[in-house]
């Protein structure tokens, strides 16, 4: 049942069953490929659009702009690639959308913000789990400080990263809502706790891979560095090759969920 709280985000309701559901969204189109990358990574795109290595085979609409769904061949198998725009309710909602047309076993690869600057630009980060400072996620899940990766997903990854012998740590990731507030005492804050990356999505996607029996895992970057008195931008280092690299590692680590 339903109670009221004083802090609306807390009125968790078990109830499964919502006024709009994701199979209301179009029913009857045809299903897509069982694994997906949730890719934030423009150029990568469209360097795989120019080479032509994607098919487009769905768009999801908005009342903004519609969302191409691509389908990725590699190593044989079909792979769906969704590149959202930067936020937790347009990825996360388009994939419970993508989700009841088959989509279930996902991978999500992009830069974050550095919290600790003995990691350089480029560092990979594996997130086990991520620290709900969004809002998305507690429409999902009954409150809590964090929400895990599945751990199918972050298996995968490893051995994927380990193959290939590519260097990584496995950590906790910050999802925030506003980036314009990740002050210095907060920073402080998550970084006591574990966080070594900050973004804006993986709780909200690790929050749905749960609630409908999914699975969700994620590979990031970091970017610009947040950890200091001001803001890093690392403008100086061209990231176009690192992109390409942890998304070839997010389709290898997704055909192995």
Same mark, same amino acid.
């Given at each position: ?17 919502a ?20 890719c ?5 795109i469209k ?11 769905y ?29 937790a309710?347009i990825? $996360?909602?388009? =994939? *419970?959308?993508l989700? &009841?047309?088959?989509?279930? +076993?996902w ?7 550095? !919290? ?7 560092h ?28 199918r997903?972050?298996?995968a ?12 740590l ?26 070594? $990356?900050?973004? =804006? *999505?993986?709780?909200? &996607?690790?929050?749905?891979? +749960? ?8 590979? !990031?970057?970091?970017h ?9 931008k ?22 192995k969920?």
């Amino acid at each position: 049942m339903l109670k009221k709280n004083r802090i609306p985000l807390l009125e968790f309701d078990t109830e499964r069953k919502a006024v709009i559901n994701p199979e209301n969204i179009r029913p009857g189109e045809a299903r897509l490929p069982e694994r997906g990358i949730i890719c934030f990574q423009g150029e990568t795109i469209k360097r795989l659009l120019r080479a032509r290595r994607l098919k487009k085979i769905y768009s999801a609409y908005t009342v903004c702009q519609d969302y191409p769904i691509y389908q990725l061949s590699h190593k044989g198998k079909k792979l769906l690639v969704f590149p959202p725009t930067v936020g937790a309710p347009i990825t $996360a909602g388009i =994939m *419970e959308e993508l989700g &009841v047309k088959g989509c279930t +076993k996902w991978m999500l690869c992009g830069s974050a913000g550095g !919290l600790d600057k003995a990691h350089s630009f480029g560092h990979l980060i594996v997130p086990r789990s991520a620290v709900r400072d969004e809002g998305f996620s507690y429409h999902y899940l009954p409150p809590s400080r964090e929400v895990a990766a599945s751990p199918r997903a972050v298996k995968a990854i490893k051995a994927v990263m380990d193959r290939h012998g590519v260097p990584y740590l496995v950590s906790k990731t910050w999802t925030t809502d506003a980036f314009f507030r990740e002050t210095p005492a907060k920073v402080a804050l998550r970084k006591k706790e574990g966080c070594l $990356a900050v973004e =804006m *999505e993986a709780a909200a &996607v690790f929050a749905v891979a +749960k609630f409908r029996g999914y699975q969700a895992g994620a590979i !990031l970057y970091l970017h610009d560095d947040v950890s200091g008195k001001d803001w890093d931008k690392r403008h100086a280092h061209d990231p176009a090759y690192i992109r390409e690299k942890i998304f070839w590692l997010a389709a290898d680590a997704c055909l192995k969920i």
